[in-house]
């Protein structure tokens, strides 16, 4: 028997991926932990490792396909099968050997749309057959399980979700489905019990004439990319899996909280001149660049201590206060934005701080981020200044509660005492949440930053 490769957990939230990348292919023979596949999530890119040492078989699901964790992907022949087992006979290289040896799979991959109630790999052939399969009934009498992220917006939306058919895996609910009705409007009003189960249409079976009732995001996207007249000399650029994810995330942002915003400007002069007397001396004795957003992060991370309501996420009848201080920094690629994370920031110095900026920079620019990188953030701080930027509005980083982004330093006239002086200036402007904050609390937050950042001088310690 091949063996079975699955798309594994790639985090503790992360219910699917998309394979962007086979990095292998039918004949391949492979060694345990040897790369199979590239695969983005809503979180991370990461490499699918071969869990078994042989000859791969069969690729099961293609590349641009978004499958749940848990679903069969690939089969590997393991090294010495050949001999005995059930595939052994299959002509080598093809994947019409897994005809033997899993005809429940290979039939779904030839039948179109063949409606099979039952079959351990229904999760793939819906997957695979797109808009002319019709969607396989939910188990009837099943009890459902659903993810707290699932629970979560179905609760502050009021949507019911014993009348939500899943597009998971053997009929899950995922948080997908639940965004696609939020971005509907919200869920029509029940019809009789008895027209959910003859209600089997996908996304794409709405198209036809079938009510939406639960149109995928993707759909919705896709929805709009056939509005728009295309010209003559137009470029078309296809939506990469990284920036459907951010394009999904921003509008679930933008969706579930209601964001409100606030600005203070801060003189941050002494910290310029501190900062440059110290940097070079710094990145010789540390080997780490010492830049103006580790003094940033620094007072954010202390002003949150004394305001933690502003570390915090809306959590449906509660808000859940974060204990831990974890500071999500926002980091630029060519085509695309990631957000590590600086685990336990509030227990880091400057230097610390620095350290960890620099490294997580270097991971997202090679590409070597991992899960535990990107998540746990409580609050991002956006060094949208470095664009050159001196005022934007950020969009909150969901589920956190608020975003601070750090404008741009620059040189400008100001009056101090009755007279005007030249100082260096710089905008901190602050997206909240507004269901968690008020504008006081964010205001008194705002001062302490700047208090902060304008204390800094040559007494600064950086360790």
């Known amino acids: 028997m091949a063996t079975k490769v699955l798309m594994p957990q790639l985090g503790e939230s992360v219910t699917e991926g998309t394979i962007t990348k086979w990095l292998v292919k039918v004949g391949d023979v492979v060694a345990k932990y040897d790369p199979l596949a590239e695969v983005s999530t809503d979180k991370v890119n990461a490499e699918v490792p071969s869990t078994v040492a042989g000859r791969v078989t069969e690729i099961v699901v293609p590349e641009g396909e978004t499958v749940a964790v848990g679903t069969l992907i690939l089969y590997i022949e393991e090294s010495g099968e050949q001999a005995g087992g059930a595939v052994s006979g299959a002509a080598p290289g093809e994947g019409t050997a897994a005809a033997e040896a899993k005809p429940a799979q ?10 099979t109630a039952a079959g351990a790999q229904t999760g793939h052939t819906a997957a695979s057959d ?22 979560r917006l179905a609760q502050e939306h009021g949507i019911d979700l014993s009348r939500v058919r899943g597009t998971g895996m053997e009929g899950r609910v995922t948080r997908k489905d639940i965004q696609a009705i939020i971005d509907a409007g919200a869920q029509e009003a029940a019809p009789a019990p008895a027209a959910v189960p003859a209600e089997s249409t996908r996304t794409e079976d709405s198209a036809a004439g079938a009510p939406a009732r639960q149109p995928a995001a993707a759909a919705a996207t896709a929805s709009v990319k056939a509005d728009i007249p295309v010209g003559a000399g137009d470029q078309i650029i296809p939506v990469t899996p990284i920036r459907r994810t951010i394009a999904n995330r921003m509008v679930q942002s933008k969706h579930e909280a209601p964001h409100a915003w606030t600005m203070v400007e801060v003189d941050v002069t002494r910290l310029v001149d501190f900062r440059n007397q110290v940097k070079d001396s710094f990145k010789q004795k540390e080997g780490v660049n010492l830049t103006f957003l580790p003094f940033f992060i620094k007072a954010v991370v202390e002003a949150l201590k004394e305001y933690p309501i ?15 201080i974890n500071i999500s920094i926002a980091v630029a690629t060519e085509d695309a934005l990631y957000v590590p994370v600086i685990k336990d920031a509030d227990q880091k110095s400057i230097f610390g701080i620095a350290k960890s900026i620099e490294e997580l920079a270097a991971k997202t620019r090679a590409g070597k981020l991992t899960v535990d990188d990107m998540t746990g953030g409580t609050f991002t701080v956006n060094n949208t200044g470095s664009f050159g930027s001196v005022l934007s509005m950020p ?51 705002l001062q302490s930053v700047k208090q902060k950042l304008e204390a800094i001088g040559p007494d600064t310690k950086l360790y």
């Open 395 to 445: 969009i909150i980083n969901s589920p956190q509660a608020a975003i601070l982004s750090v404008e741009s330093i620059v040189k400008r006239p100001v009056v101090i005492d009755d007279m005007i002086a030249i100082r260096s200036m710089v905008n901190l402007c602050l997206s909240l949440d507004h269901r968690v904050l008020d504008g006081l609390v964010c205001g008194r937050f």
């Open 130 to 151: 797109t808009a002319s399969a019709p969607e396989l009934a939910q188990p009837q009498g099943q009890k459902q399980r659903y993810s707290p992220a699932v629970m």
């Open 310 to 324: 502003l570390n915090s996420t809306w959590a449906g009848d509660q808000i859940i206060v974060k204990k831990n």
């Open 106 to 115: 290979t039939a779904a991959a030839q039948a179109d749309a063949t409606p």
